[in-house]
């Protein structure tokens, strides 16, 4: 193993400081405050508006969370347009369709009432990896779909379900894995990137599962998947200690018996809520919790995210946005209601591009989502977003007071929570006519557009805005 | 005030002392590596012949009766073929590249490939990126070398990819590459806004932060690094005049934007260029012609220009698609994917000719092209006999090298 490769594995950090483990996952006391739940809708949604925000720093963590985890029945949720059965998904137009549905997905990140529920969709889209098959659009939104309904649902079960899942099938090769010439590429993903982790399987076990996952085929252009009997491989396995005539279901069952799936998805889910690179007395502590309801999410996630652990210094603002979250958040931030086609090429450009991951093993995150050419690549998103007539439609901006500290003062109190020097803080004064700015002419209803644009553009390039 | 403190120590609140030239002359006069003589100015030009190259209509094996029966409505006429000898020769449209490879500048490597191929696109691309055909790598190949080489991290320009997003081949644990699709794209849109960039400038230097991150270094680090070069870029490369016509396509102005830089010597180590797509399921030989006489008439202008400049041993162009396609032809007068694929070596420190073996169309992998030369062999090669570092560490173990540079 090349000695390099183990000092910064992924690209990703953990924070300064000591875990208090005692106290971790105990209830965070007293009402959230602006800063706390602005940090909480960055992490479970994709930010807030100051309304939202406000309404969220008057609950106490337990109660928020639990607001957050209240999804509405997600059968109540209209499928895009595009995801009719006669509608363009269902035919070969592959880029526009593709196109469609990106924008409706951001669309409701952006506006659902569910939040949280778009984050996990998020994440599983990330975790269960399956890259968009150009030919069948359809089958990618029925995934989206089948992670939306488990966002919030039972471990093992999405895990069942996911397996059989047409986008995945096709994807990992399980469609094409039979009896007679099995493919192992389902199999060793589902242990090494979705369930264990490497080194806790064998090869002869994914040579195992293989030959239980036998039999699966995608027809009628991906609306269907069968069992097809004379596919399958009926004989003995032996998978991970355990022997008999195992299916896929089997094995997927015998996969969560092991305490490792709790400690793998425990990790998992530390890195996308809390922080990187979690301390394994932390990931045990998730773990036991998770064995404990018995995969069941919801719970899980109720208490993650009223935690101390969750709220602490630590974990605030530790983690890097991804291209997504800078995106939709921006929209979300400025209080604009629709996200523009303009969004899918500048998040091609800053690297996540929905439904097509960069590999089976989803986007690496952390410190990868930032190179200076990225960096140019958000900053002129911003610059794109902030000419164009959407400004107008913001909600707050309009109403933005006309003195310069005041103002200066909004802006940096709604786009980043305060988490500024005082010498931005002066600066953005400055800028927007205040003292200090003998180079500026003064704001007036000439320039108020174009300075407030400015003003909003430096607020989004400090360094926190970067960050979550 | 400097024009350079826009952003940078700005908003950021980064305490730099932003002076352009105190940083580029550092970058500039970066020591020497360890290692081969003369190689710390050497450049590695890697262009991605991506969607998968049929090897068989690049580099054609006219004198095997096989490659005719088996692609009766694609394969080359041998009155058409550029002969090499009796045996292989290159497909018509890559003339350019023919009179390259007489002038023994052109080393052609065949049968290029890993054991256990995978047929995805997605997959093999990742393979060949991060140089790891049996598990996932976060780091590319080339990032590795960066990271391994330790070159100094004020040189911001110690690789350039030219694309829209940063290639896997060059991301590295430790260090910044910038990935830049044009001249006119890599530019911060706010500068043109004077007011907001006096604004950021006049920003005192303080990172009184009310918050840690473990990110927040890295976040200052990049935001910098941004601005930097987006603004020294243009200006570091202005001087120079190309002095040969390139042809107007985007593997012709990427290769023109690729000498302008190695010409400009910011201490450019590795360049990526991306050319496609060659993903020719259907009516192949319109597509697949027209993109090789591409590449072929952009890169002998790209020598010409170099060797106008005295560069042209200085810079070694290799070239690489994630797979080669399948023998026989498929229903659609095109071709499915395959595996192992010839590659280029293209250079004036090149030993011209033909390496590797060539393709024994009865002896096949399922209908596929079996490798006799594992690519991370050609990695190994360029990294030590091209760059001058070792290679194991990189590629996380020991490949033979080929004899293919002089």
Redesign the interface.
Known sequence: ?????K?????I????GRLDLATALQPYPGTLGERAAAHLLRRAGFGGTPAEIARYGAMRAVDAAATLLAVPNANSIAPPEQAQVDGPLAQRETRESLAALQLWWLNRMLNSPAPLQEKMTLYFHGHFTS?ATPRFPRITYNQNALFRRYATGNLRELTHEVSKDAAMLIFLDGASNVASHPNENYARELME?FTLG?DNYTEDDVRESARAWTGWRVVRKGDAVVFDEARHDAGRKTFLGRTGNFNGDDIVDIIFDQPQCARFFATSLLNWFV??DPEPELIDAVARLMRAHRYELAPVLGVLLASNVFYS?RS?????KSPVEFVVGTYKTLGLSEIGAMAIPSL??M?QRLFFP????GW?G???W???????DR??F???LLGSQTLRASSWLRQLPVAPKSAASVLAQIIVQ???????RS??E??LGGA?SA??PSLSAENYD??IT?AV???M????Y??N | MKRTNF?LG????LAVVANSEHVFARALAQAPLPGLPGSEKRCLVLINLFGGNDGLNCVVPHGDDRYYRLRPGLAVDRNEVLAIDARVGLNPSMRSLKSLYDRQMVAIVQGVGYPNPDHSH??ST?IWQTAAPD?????GWIG?YF??ASLPKTN?FKGV?IS???P?AL?S??T?????AGLGS?????DR?A??R???S???????????????A???A??G??QR??EELPKLVSGYQAKAAYPATAIGRSLALAAQIVGSNLGTKVIYVEHGSFDTHVSQRKTQDQLLMQFSDAVAAFYDDLAAHGNDRRVLTVTFSEFGRRIEENGNRGTDHGEASPLFLIGGGVRGGLYGAMPDLAVTNMGNVRFSVDFRSVYATVLERWLGRPSA??L?GEFSKLPVLA
């Open positions: 193993m090349a000695a390099q490769a000092v910064d594995v992924g690209g950090l953990r924070p300064q890259r990137l490497v922080y990187n210094e605030y603002r530790a983690l890097v091609a450009q690297g960069p590999s089976v093993a690496p952390g410190k990868n930032l190179t200076s050419g990225t960096m140019i900053q002129n911003l610059t794109r305060n988490d500024v020097s005082p010498a931005s600066e953005l400055a800028y200090g180079a500026l174009e300075r400015g553009y430096l607020a390039a400090t360094p926190a970067q960050l | 952003l700005a908003v950021s609140g997605f997959r990742e598990r996932y790598e976060h780091t590795r990271d391994d911001l990819s829209k997003v940063l896997e991301v644990a430790r910044d590459i910038p990935s830049i890599y530019a911060m849109m706010a806004d007011a907001a006096d604004a950021f006049r920003q005192a230097h303080d990172s009184t932060l009310p918050f840690a991150s473990p990110y927040l890295h976040v200052m990049i935001e690094d941004a070069s987006s560490a990189v996380n």
